[in-house]
């Protein structure tokens, strides 16, 4: 067989490999946008993230990688538990038939989150329990966050009050913490610069609590906001920073601003403040969107690397990053970006190929990291009322 031969055989194999993959996607991102074109998919989804995380905090450890480290095993598996809850949450109130359901899965979630063994990566951290330390000094502010987080949306969707001590201790905790700090912010690990979208998980979590308690902590949370639009937005992007350091009575921006970090702070902000956050998202989009050769999320907008591995990214292909478009797909859901979360779906769909079994689905990258799946279910049901317009909410 010659050379020529081959070449033809080569890309017509390709060119059904492309036919196929194309035919996969659009059939599985049909009735993508409407609110029973999407139900069957989402519920799907939510049993499988409900097999894997509703179970054990062994067991959810040991869905974790193993080559990322025990502190990065601890940490993707509270933000499992995080995501997840946020996913059940936001299915409770888009198909209210759900909420019971939804309810008694989010708080055998909350039992695993406030488990020792899931607290054991910030305990190594702080060298100190955060449980122990809740009238303390010390930050833990990682944990603190995710948890009282989880358990707003238990609240905020009928769940009782047997997490309400917890509840008031933890963000009593954080309020304080915030408000002693000079620049506003506390650090995720001791010597680490701030990381703004941990800080705005707590942010969240208090305004969640001062909805849910006449205004309790409402002057925090709004101290916060103004002072992340006067002092904390970068001059180049006009986007708020990803990380901050604080150092001789000065707040510093540091850099760069990631793609996946202004993503998930535009997620965040239109939970809290969404005329801030739509502001910082048209500024996102200008400087981190890329539609070609497939539409994503840039983790960087001077396109420094094109191809690369970043622990919080995820592998960068063309410079598209995974943790972006799947954060950029939540701020595009609650900011109610119609025709920009559907190209993100087929994007996903495109490298995440959903895998279907019985009443299950998922995507194939969650075989090695869970919390992704549930990241993009909580990013894709965080929706405005006005979403899935043909059908009502």
Known sequence: ??????????????????????????????????????????????????????????????????????????????????????????????????????????????????????????????????????????????????????????????????????????????????????CLNCRTYPGEQFYIPDMLVAIVALANYSCQYDGKYSTTVNMWIERAKKEWIDKETGLLASFLDYEDGTTQILQPVKGSYSALNCYYLSLVDPEFAKEQYDCFLKGFKQCLPITGIKEYHDDSCLFGFDIDAGPLIFGLSPSGIGFALGAATSLDDKDFRKKLLRTIEIGGCTIRWFDKSHYMVSDLALVAEAILLAMRTSAPRTLFSSQGL
Not at 95 to 112: A, C, M, R, V
């Open 1 to 182: 067989m010659n050379k020529r031969k081959i070449m033809v055989i080569v890309s017509l194999a390709l060119i059904m490999l492309v036919i196929i993959k194309v035919a996969w996607v659009i059939c599985a991102t049909n009735g993508h946008g409407f609110l029973e074109g999407e139900k069957k998919d989402i519920i799907r989804r939510a049993n499988y993230l409900i097999s894997k995380v509703a179970t054990s905090p062994q067991e959810l450890l040991a869905e974790m990688p193993r080559g990322i480290g025990e502190q990065f095993q601890g940490e993707w598996a509270l933000y499992t538990c995080s995501m997840t809850a946020a996913a059940l949450a936001n299915i409770a109130i888009l198909y209210p038939q759900n909420k019971d359901l939804s309810i008694q899965f989010i708080g055998q979630i909350i039992d695993i989150a406030m488990s020792s063994e899931i607290r054991e990566y910030d305990r190594v951290r702080w060298r100190e329990d955060p449980i122990d330390g809740i009238y303390g000094d010390l930050s833990h502010i990682s944990y603190y966050s995710h948890l009282a987080w989880m358990i707003s949306r238990y609240k905020q969707i009928g769940g009782d009050g047997r997490y309400d001590d917890n509840y008031h201790s933890l963000c009593e905790a954080m309020n304080r913490r915030i408000r002693q700090s000079k």
